[in-house]
């Protein structure tokens, strides 16, 4: 069979193919490509089948195509085969993948009945894209498949047939898979990719490849399908530390709970096969109870942290995922100190008493000081709290406690030596220890006595054994050492051992007169007293005492003038011109003891005229008192006493002093022009008197020898050997005057009374 094609590029142009069927007469056979506009001509089919028009007319021709549709349309007119309706080869049910594609139907005509078979043949076009069922496609395949790995994917699908339907696949990008086409026995073709190249969820998780459909036609038409790729996580990867090491400082005694530090380890898998837990390493049992280490990292304390334990430490840890993959690093915590120690301090060795006078520097105490911390915070000073003398050194081991100056059990017997030691931290911690030193005694302190010499009075005529004073020593030492006895130094008073004047009592230190002292042979006497400790060797000191004897009014004064001898009274003679106030004579009287004991008064005992003659108190001046008449007697008697002991007129005598002073000044004023115009008569008055009448002498005074008999039995002169005469005059207030003088063994005269207190004197 040969038919004959002609080719049209978008135009209607007829491609007519007439064939010529021998047995058949007027058979006809078309071809025509598919897709032709409506009323496209197909061909003359009148002329092909040899028909004029009139019979087409005549003959009613119609196309009978039985039960199938009618694609095409008679023109009776022209005698012409159109298109009807556009044919597409693909739909036509009667063609499908089937190659030729023909419409078969007949064209009928009556008067007479004439069928007229015609054939067109529909060719194919490459109108269609291959085309897959879906637009993409999810695969899930796993990171661990392995290379040589086959999944089937989708077939497209291209109705056009021959060349135009569906020829090849392409896959892109290409990097991990191929494509694989098998070729089926219907002629279909199976698509495979492969893997070639393992896949890395890690480093890339989702892949999009497309796969495109190509068909053969010219020009060439494709279609596409997306597949995605989900790489499915395999545990692959471990987990890594971000540091080989972690470092971190802590201070010890942290609270627990305290964050240390944070580690961290990544894992490069996903999900579960990410999932990183830490714990601390085997082995580390002795430090799991004091750290921890969280599921997410946190590394923080748990139990107490002591620097003075451990000032470092190293600890392994691991990070593991869920498959069980690890990875292990190393937290290092340098441990900071923290001054929670007090200074230790142990006395290794101590006195309890040392001797007084101790040698400077001398170790009272050794003792070992420690603090556990470290730098400032270990380092210790020692000091001695009070000013006490004593003080602290140090050796690189040991710490001294020293005496410092010289020690001295009277000031101080007993010390508490409270050392402190504290130690450079902030704040500072300190400790202290207290060690009680006794000093004992050494005998330094000689005894001293209350006063720097004693004096006592001793009245005379004492009885022996008279305590006379009492002296006091005292030592600062102690006990033994201050035991104190009383000597008394050898020493003589005129020529006669000391020891027979008076002794002392060893040891109460009392000093007793061991005689009657007498004033009148002994004032006063020295000597030195010892005191002496019974320490070893002894201490002592001395010192000096004097005694002063004091009078007793024991002697009776004595009349020295007038001379009495033999009971003969002493006659005086007095002039009968003789004036008021004419010195009769003066009496003269020693008493041997002193002071008022000695002083002496005149008075007139007995008289025979009271009214003529005065004597002076003090001086013994006899005058008279009014001018002697011729009515007096020629004889006058008259008894004089002399006392000693002037105390009481003393008194008086003070007491009435002042006033007579004034008095007598007072006075004096108003006399004195007076007393003037007086003087000048008496002068004259006394020249002439001087010329007639006998003038008198003042009598010479013997001295009284100092021994005599004693003429009445109340009292005895003693035996004198030297003696005072006191000037009795107005100032008794004066000393007086001692005045020594040779015994004499002249008598006195006899006619003096005497009596226990004085002596009459007769004229
Ligand atoms: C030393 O301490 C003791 C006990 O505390 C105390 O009795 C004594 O008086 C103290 N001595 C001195 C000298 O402070
Ligand atoms: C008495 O003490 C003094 C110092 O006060 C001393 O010089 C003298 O020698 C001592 N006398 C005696 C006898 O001990
Ligand atoms: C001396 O006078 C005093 C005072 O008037 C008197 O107490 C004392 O007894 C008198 N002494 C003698 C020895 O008469």
Redesign the pocket.
């Known amino acids: 069979m040969k038919t004959k094609t002609t080719k049209q590029n978008n135009s209607l142009l007829l491609f007519v193919m007439v064939l010529y069927f021998p047995s058949v007469v007027g058979q006809v056979s078309y071809s025509i490509p598919e897709e032709m506009e409506k009323g496209s001509l197909v061909s003359n089919v009148a002329q092909d089948l040899g028909l004029d028009l009139k019979r087409l007319k005549s003959g009613r021709a119609r196309i009978h195509s039985g039960d199938n549709a009618e694609y095409l349309e008679l023109d009776k007119e022209r005698g012409l085969l159109l298109v009807k309706e556009r044919i597409d080869r693909e739909t036509l049910s009667i063609c499908g993948q089937t190659t030729p594609c023909a419409l078969h139907f007949q064209i009928a005509l009556e008067q007479p009945i004439e069928i007229l078979p015609v054939t067109v043949e529909v060719t194919d076009m490459n109108d269609n894209d291959p085309v897959f069922e879906k637009e993409g496609r999810v695969l899930e395949i796993s990171e661990s498949a392995v290379v040589g790995s086959k999944f089937m994917l989708e077939k497209a699908v291209d109705p056009d047939i021959g060349l135009n339907g569906l020829q090849s696949y392409t896959l892109k990008p290409n990097d991990n898979f191929i494509l694989k086409l098998h070729r089926q026995s219907d002629g279909g073709k199976k698509v495979e990719m492969i893997l070639q190249k393992p896949l890395d969820r890690e480093k890339e998780e989702f892949v999009t490849l497309l796969l495109t459909a190509h068909d053969g036609g010219e020009p060439q038409r494709s279609g596409t399908m997306q597949i995605q790729i989900q790489v499915l996580d395999v545990n692959d990867n471990a987990p890594v530390f971000t540091q080989n090491v972690y470092k971190a400082n802590l201070k010890e005694n942290s609270a627990s709970g305290t964050l240390i530090t944070r580690v961290s380890a990544s894992d490069a898998d996903k999900g579960s096969n990410g999932e990183v837990s830490y714990v601390i390493g085997n082995g580390m049992s002795s430090v799991s109870k004091l750290f921890h280490i969280t599921e997410d990292g946190n590394f923080v304390l748990k139990g107490p942290i002591d620097y003075e334990k451990a000032q470092k430490y190293e600890i392994d840890i691991e990070a593991v995922d869920r498959g069980g993959l690890s990875d292990s690093s190393k937290v290092i915590i340098d441990v900071g100190d923290v001054n929670d120690n007090t200074p230790v301090i142990k006395m290794i060795s101590s006195s309890t008493s040392v001797e007084e006078e101790l040698p400077a520097n001398t170790v009272i105490a050794v003792m070992s000081v420690k603090d556990p911390d470290s730098e400032e915070n270990g380092r210790v000073n020692c000091v001695i709290d009070n000013n006490i003398p004593f003080k602290v050194t140090s050796t690189s081991t040991f710490y001294s406690i020293v005496a410092d100056g010289d020690l001295d059990r009277e000031r101080s017997s007993e010390y508490n030596i409270t050392v402190t030691c504290s130690d450079e931290g902030m704040p500072s911690l300190f400790s202290s220890v207290t060690l009680t030193l006794h000093i004992s005694d050494v005998n330094d302190n000689a005894p001293v006595f209350e006063r720097s010499s004693y004096e006592a009075y001793v009245v005379e005529n004492n009885t022996p054994g008279l305590s006379v004073l009492m002296l006091k020593a005292s030592d600062a030492d102690w006990n033994q050492n201050a035991r104190l006895s009383y000597i008394l130094e050898d020493s003589s008073v005129n020529g006669v051992p000391v020891s027979s004047y008076v002794s002392v009592s060893a040891d109460s230190g009392v000093i007793h007169a061991v005689r009657s002292f007498d004033y009148e042979q002994l004032k006063e006497f020295n000597f030195r007293v010892r005191a002496q400790d019974g320490g070893s060797p002894p201490l002592s000191s001395n010192v000096s005492v004097r005694i002063l004897i004091q009078d007793q009014?024991d002697n009776a004064p004595q009349v020295l003038y007038p001379v009495q001898t033999g009971g003969s009274l002493l006659a005086e003679m007095v002039p009968r011109s003789a004036d008021v106030g004419y010195l009769v004579t003066k009496l003269v009287a020693v008493d041997v003891d002193s002071g008022?004991?000695a002083w002496l008064s005149y008075k007139v005992h007995k008289a025979t005229d009271r009214a003529l003659f005065e004597v002076g108190l003090h001086n013994g001046e006899i005058r008279t008192v009014r001018q002697v008449t011729d009515k007096d007697a020629v004889k006058q008697k008259m008894t004089v006493v002399v006392e000693?002991?002037l105390?009481?007129h003393d008194k008086e005598y003070n007491d009435q002093l002042t006033f007579y002073l004034v008095l007598a000044l007072a006075v004096v004023s108003f006399l004195f022009i007076t007393c003037l115009l007086l003087i000048i008569s008496v002068k004259v008055y006394r020249w002439r008197q001087s010329r007639v009448l006998y003038h008198s002498n003042l009598p010479v005074i013997p001295y009284c020898p100092p021994r005599y008999s004693d003429t009445l039995g109340t009292g005895t002169l003693p035996h004198v050997y030297n003696y005072e005469v006191c000037r009795t005059t107005d100032s008794r207030k004066s000393d007086c005057k001692l005045d020594r003088a040779p015994s004499h063994n002249v008598m006195c005269p006899n006619a003096f009374e005497l009596l226990k207190?004085g002596i009459f004197t007769n004229f």
Do not use: A, L, V
Request: net charge negative; no cysteine.
């Open positions: 009014n008022q004991n000693d002991n105390t009481m207190t």
